[in-house]
Structures are given as structure tokens and as C-alpha cells.
């Protein structure tokens, strides 16, 4: 990934020692739908917002192509976790930690990363999303460590759809140290309730 492709909370050069947390936006989004997070990151904690490699119409991106049943290629789920490890793996031996935070798509993306490298990461966020319902990623997973993980949903929105929304907390529940919370009416958005919490889960798992 090229550096246009990445938005931070602080210049990379003064980042050493802090710990990365990896920001994946959604389908048909960009960048900016995540940054506002870096708001409630801890002192501690450099924001990296990266833009999916999946190019849209009208300057929107995503990570792989898309249907509504939530079903994609496997594939391509992978081609486009890769290419995040790859920028993982350049970034983090100047951080003290690495931690992944995933809106919509993006939270199929961290979870996906869970499951290729499950030791790589110190805590996860998944707002709004989905797991990919795929078994083979889970092969050779067993004796993991259950990473602490945040959940974030609204259990009403139209764009998860119930049948995901199970998949996913059933997922969790078995693989995570699952913290869940619902926010009723909240859409399919980041709310300003769920970005505090966010910003309280980051800094107790962040903690010096």
C-alpha cells in the first residue's frame, strides 16, 4: 500500500513505541469513516486508517467485491488480507503492539486477520459487521488465544442482516473474549455512544 492510502492520528516518525491500531472502513467507504476514532484512542495508541484496495465508483473503496448475501470468494478475502498483513508487517516493528478495528466490511477484514495470525494482536474492535462464514480459516486455530474483542451493533439495522449477525456473535462467542453491547436505533453508523465505549475498551487493553 502506498502512503495516500493511509491516514494516521500522528506522523508514523513519532509513532515508535506506541501501540498500532489498524482502522478498516466499510463497503463503498473510505478512510474517513473511521478517523473520527481517533479521537478516543488512548495517549499510548497511534491510529492507522487504511483504504481498501477495492476500487468503487465515485471514490469509494471496499476490500472485495460484495453481495448482499454477505457470502464472498474466498479468495478475494484473502488477496485483500494480505496485502493489510503486508502493511502490518512493515509497520509493526516500531510498535510496542498491534490491535484491529473494523467497521462493516472492515470488521469481516479483523476478523479475517484473527484467524490468518492469531497470535499477532493485542485486542479487536468489530462495529457493525460480519464474520465470513468460512471454516477453513479457522483450520489449525485450535489453542488460539482468545483476544479480547468489542462488538458494536445495532441488532435493528437493515444492512447486516439478522441470519450474519448470529453467525458473527456465534463466531465471537466461541473464539474471542467477546465484550458485546447494542445500541438500539443507531443504524448501521458508528454512534457517539459506541465510540465512547470504544474509546474505554481501547484504553483499558492499551494500558502502559
Known amino acids: 500500500m502506498e502512503p495516500?492510502?493511509?491516514v494516521t492520528s500522528r506522523p508514523l516518525a513519532e509513532a515508535a513505541g506506541t501501540d498500532l491500531v489498524l482502522m478498516l472502513h466499510g463497503y463503498g467507504s473510505d478512510t474517513g469513516a473511521v478517523t473520527p476514532l481517533f479521537d478516543v484512542l488512548p495517549l499510548t495508541?497511534?491510529?492507522v486508517a487504511v483504504r481498501g484496495p477495492?476500487?468503487?465508483?465515485?471514490?469509494?473503496?471496499?476490500w472485495f467485491l460484495l453481495d448482499w448475501g454477505l457470502r464472498p470468494d474466498l479468495s478475494r478475502v484473502i488477496e485483500a488480507a494480505s496485502s493489510v498483513l503486508a502493511l502490518q508487517d512493515r509497520l509493526a516493528p516500531s510498535f510496542r503492539s498491534v490491535s484491529v478495528l473494523g467497521h462493516s466490511q472492515g470488521m469481516a477484514m479483523a476478523t479475517t486477520l484473527l484467524r490468518l495470525r492469531p497470535?499477532?494482536?493485542?485486542c479487536a474492535v468489530g462495529l457493525s459487521g460480519f464474520v465470513v462464514e468460512q471454516p477453513l480459516l479457522d483450520l489449525g486455530n485450535d489453542g488460539a488465544p482468545r483476544i479480547p474483542f468489542f462488538w458494536g451493533r445495532d441488532p435493528g439495522e437493515f444492512v447486516i442482516n439478522p441470519d450474519a449477525q448470529e453467525s458473527a456473535g456465534a463466531w465471537l462467542e466461541e473464539h474471542t473474549a467477546l465484550t458485546a453491547r447494542t445500541y438500539p436505533g443507531m443504524g448501521h453508523g458508528i454512534g457517539v455512544d459506541e465510540i465512547r465505549d470504544v474509546g474505554t475498551f481501547l484504553r483499558h487493553y492499551l494500558a502502559a
Open 4 to 6: 495516500e492510502d493511509l
Open 45 to 47: 495508541a497511534t491510529g
Open 54 to 62: 477495492f476500487e468503487m465508483d465515485d471514490d469509494q473503496y471496499g
Open 119 to 122: 497470535h499477532a494482536y493485542r
